[in-house]
């Protein structure tokens, strides 16, 4: 980790170099008169939308909805199985399972052909005071128990005893676009009418604790949450149901859940304060916790370690190295594709777009973590064996 002074703010780094456009959006993000204590950014960080994504951010009495993201509550969730790897042929995984999966769970922009059962949608809320909610709620049930693009995925993967693991990276899908999209405007206008002297330039407009715009944006941002569990979880349970079609005697080890973009009140060096993490992943000491390599690379089962250096935070992944753009600029589909065969991973890398995703466009995981060991230790190391994405 090295520490830096930005405009009086103490910066923490846990990467080992910071691209730029990242490091710009750090400088802007230090210049913010709510800051608290110091701010911490993770091993995979890279730019993002006003804050950088890998960044933790903590505050006194504001939410900033871009410091959460518009994709509110995506996550991470994972299932050890009692299947053994050595025992399920290709033919198996390639042509029944993973088929199955892709008639039951729609990818990249499709959505469910029927409303999903309310019941599975998060409870306990009130939908008349949500107002970005109730106006997309009948969307969101057809969203549920879908898997988006991007960088989501479904993944099979083995550990080092030759079980199968199933893990699914996803989020609210566009209900928390329009949740978060909508608020970041609402505080960009009080922001202009305050005459705030946060730059609208950095993207970091916020809401300030007590106004009915904060306790609007903080309810309706933990419907997102629950929204993207429930979405996760819901795809696991589909998920395991064809594994026990085609593996009749497998069993599923309770599902591990994390998110990585919200935010949340928690207690840090004896104040309570408002803790934003947008592409960070929670680590309390003895917390069970998910990091995903990139496409063909190793996942790991993590115990976080407690660090107050990191606000009790870890990185959500591997980190971009490339944005997608230079990704399909520059990377060899070919070679791409080779590397995934050569490993034997079933995959769907078939045109130039799907390089947006590729290995190469990330940062290598094992220097990632090897960058975070004081933040969180390795408990379970995953291979892939066969991949789904979206596009």
Not at 104 to 113: A, E
Request: proline share 4%.
């Amino acid at each position: 980790m090295q520490e830096l002074k930005i405009n009086d703010t103490i910066v923490k780094i846990w990467a080992r170099s910071v691209e730029p456009t990242a490091f710009e959006q750090i400088m802007n993000i230090a210049s913010l008169p709510f800051v608290f204590h110091h701010l911490a950014f993770m091993p995979d960080v890279h730019g993002g939308a006003g804050m950088t994504i890998g960044g933790v951010l903590a505050t006194r009495e504001v939410v900033i909805p871009n410091a959460v993201g518009v994709d509110i509550g995506c996550g991470m969730c994972a299932v050890k199985t009692n299947v053994r790897v050595e025992f399920l042929s290709e033919r198996v995984l390639r042509d029944s399972i993973i088929r199955t999966i892709r008639e039951r769970i729609p990818v990249g922009m499709c959505h469910q052909s029927t409303e999903q059962d309310k019941f599975l949608m998060p409870q306990g809320f009130d939908l008349d005071s949500l107002k970005v909610v109730s106006q997309q709620y009948k969307s969101a049930l057809v969203q549920l128990g879908t898997l988006g693009g991007g960088n989501h995925f479904i993944e099979f993967q083995k550990d080092n005893e030759g079980w199968l693991w199933v893990m699914i990276h996803s989020g609210s899908r566009n209900l928390g676009l329009q949740v978060g999209e909508y608020y970041n405007a609402v505080a960009q206008k009080m922001n202009k009418t305050w005459f705030s002297k946060v730059d609208p330039e950095a993207k970091l407009a916020f809401l300030p604790i007590g106004t009915d715009e904060f306790k609007q944006y903080w309810a309706e941002m933990e419907y997102c949450i629950q929204f993207a569990y429930a979405n996760r979880s819901l795809m696991m349970n589909r998920i395991c149901e064809v594994i026990k079609d085609f593996v009749p005697d497998a069993e599923f080890e309770p599902m591990i859940n994390i998110a990585h973009n919200y935010a949340a009140w928690e207690n840090h060096f004896g104040e309570n304060v408002i803790v934003h993490r947008k592409g960070a992943t929670r680590a309390r000491r003895g917390e069970q916790g998910i990091i995903p390599g990139s496409q063909g690379t190793k996942s790991y089962i993590t115990e976080g370690l407690g660090n107050p250096e990191s606000f009790m935070s870890c990185s959500h992944g591997a980190g971009r190295a490339m944005s997608r753009s230079e990704a399909v600029r520059t990377l060899d589909l070919d070679a791409e594709r080779a590397r995934m065969d050569a490993k034997g991973i079933i995959h769907s890398m078939e045109n130039r777009r799907d390089l947006e995703e590729a290995a190469s466009a990330y940062k290598d995981i094992d220097e990632v973590m090897a960058s975070q060991s004081d933040l969180t230790s390795i408990v379970t190391p995953l291979e892939p064996i066969a991949v789904i994405k979206g596009v």
